[in-house]
């Protein structure tokens, strides 16, 4: 079965500044898909980010990059250039290729301040 | 494009009753949907799958008789929680796939139900 560990509950970070969000996971598959979803106060889903597993290259949006380490199974979110607005919960997810329900993290909570 | 809508966006029922929330692609046909559970401050919880025109596929754990899924179009899809109880209290978030093989998913904005 897929897993997704988020061992950072809640960050905080100054407006401005780069904050890195951690993200390991386990699967079996060959080939899925990994995810950054913010989820606002709002409450509704927003894709951040993603990133193929058979792409060696870093997925890049705007201020938003990952690192992905396939060995290790890790992929982790960069942001850089905090704002206000990146005040979130981040949930880190995967599937696999047959795009099958996402399985989630538990979260981490992200605070940006002035 | 690729938006997804719920209806309720809220709702308040008795113990006891039916409730339906309706889960809208608006833009783009989708063969399934997901259902996602989420208590406060926690992740989501994947519920079922539905696919259109078949049985959904309920995950290890959710109830099938309480929470009824029907995906009767390529557009539409609805979970009936029946009989709720004050435990079914939660906020429910479908997703729409784009395509048969697209691993593409459009979250809508949530159904926050409340059973007294």
């Known amino acids: 079965a897929q897993t997704v560990t988020q061992s950072q509950p809640e960050m905080s970070v100054q407006e401005a500044e780069t904050v890195t969000l951690s993200c390991t996971y386990d699967?079996?598959?060959?080939?899925?898909?990994l995810f950054w979803y913010k989820q606002p106060p709002s409450r509704q889903m927003i894709l951040v980010i993603r990133q193929e597993a058979y792409k060696q290259q870093n997925a890049t949006e705007n201020r938003f990059s990952v690192n992905f380490q396939k060995a290790a199974k890790s992929f982790s979110l960069k942001i850089s250039d905090s704002q206000l607005g990146d005040t979130a919960m981040y949930f880190c997810a995967i599937t696999n290729q047959a795009g099958t329900a996402l399985i989630f993290g538990k979260g981490t909570t992200l605070s940006v301040s002035s | 494009g690729a938006v997804v809508s719920q209806h309720p966006s809220w709702v308040i029922c008795k113990s006891g009753t039916s409730v339906k929330i309706e889960c809208r692609s608006l833009?783009?046909?989708?063969?399934?949907m997901f259902w996602y559970r989420q208590f406060p401050k926690q992740s989501l919880m994947l519920m079922a799958t539905?696919?259109?025109?078949?049985?959904?596929?309920?995950e290890q754990g959710v109830e099938k008789d309480k929470f009824l899924i029907n995906h009767a179009s390529l557009t539409l899809s609805t979970l009936t929680v029946t009989s709720a109880h004050p435990e079914d209290s939660s906020f429910y978030i479908c997703s729409a796939r784009l395509a048969v093989y697209s691993y593409e998913q459009y979250f809508g904005p949530g159904t926050r139900l409340t059973v007294t």
């Open positions: 699967t079996s598959e060959n080939n899925y898909y």
């Open positions: 539905s696919n259109e025109g078949s049985k959904a596929t309920y």
């Open positions: 833009d783009f046909q989708a063969t399934t």
